[in-house]
T-cell receptor, first 114, second 109 residues
């Protein structure tokens, strides 16, 4: 069974530029999560989707971050404009259902904002 | 919100040694996972263990939900066990995971 796929793996941009990340969850997984991991910390949830609806986006900086999950499968996370403090690893995860069960993580996208 | 504390923060072992990592959490949970984050940043699932005991090779885990803690045991450690071990808990309807600060493990040959 294929795991969670993410691209790109690395991205370097200058502040005030925009960037987008892509995630393809495990086939059949209804719930998709985006986490942000700053160096030296544990991952922090940004947004959670159940199919193509948002379940939790309470920690998403909505003035600059946006995410969508069209058709309930793939998802994109966008930052516009980027700030220096957005430098982090962005992790996508999926689970079979919301509310319980194992979350499986992708390899992440390392973002460096200069 | 739920607080998650892990101990010890850092651990250095000689190859072949055993170790116990601890995770304390502040409220009842319906999800608890242990992860190993390797040097390349990949989060690898070790256990989904909201309660009870599980074993997988040299690793085992126990969660005592009523006392709000979980333990991860690593036996006969190898250099490939090096990395950061995270405990993450989830509660409520959304299964949102709250991660601890991790234990940085270094296994020396």
């Amino acid at each position: 069974e294929a795991g969670v796929a993410q691209s790109p793996r690395y991205k370097i941009i200058e502040k005030r530029q925009s960037v987008a990340f892509w995630c393809n969850p495990i086939s059949g997984h209804a719930t998709l999560y985006w986490y942000q991991q700053i160096l030296g910390q544990g991952p922090k949830l940004l947004i959670q989707f159940q199919n193509n609806g948002v379940v939790d986006d309470s920690q998403l900086p909505k003035d600059r971050f946006s995410a969508e999950r069209l058709k309930g499968v793939d998802s994109t996370l966008k930052i516009q404009p980027a700030k220096l403090e957005d430098s982090a690893v962005y992790l996508c995860a999926s689970s079979l259902e919301s509310g319980r069960g194992t979350q499986y993580f992708g390899p992440g996208t390392r973002l460096l904002v200069l | 919100g739920i607080q998650v504390e892990q101990s010890p923060p850092d651990l250095i072992l000689q190859e072949g040694a055993n170790s116990t990592l601890r995770c304390n959490f502040s409220d009842s949970v319906n999800n608890l996972q242990w992860f190993h984050q390797n040097p390349w940043g990949q989060l690898i699932n070790l256990f989904y263990i909201p309660s009870g005991t599980k074993q997988n090779g040299r690793l085992s885990a126990t969660t005592v939900a009523t006392e709000r803690y979980s333990l991860l045991y690593i036996s006969s450690s190898q250099t490939t066990d090096s990395g950061v071990y995270f405990c993450a808990v989830g509660g409520g309807a959304t299964n949102k995971l709250i991660f601890g600060t991790g234990t940085l493990l270094a296994v020396q040959p």
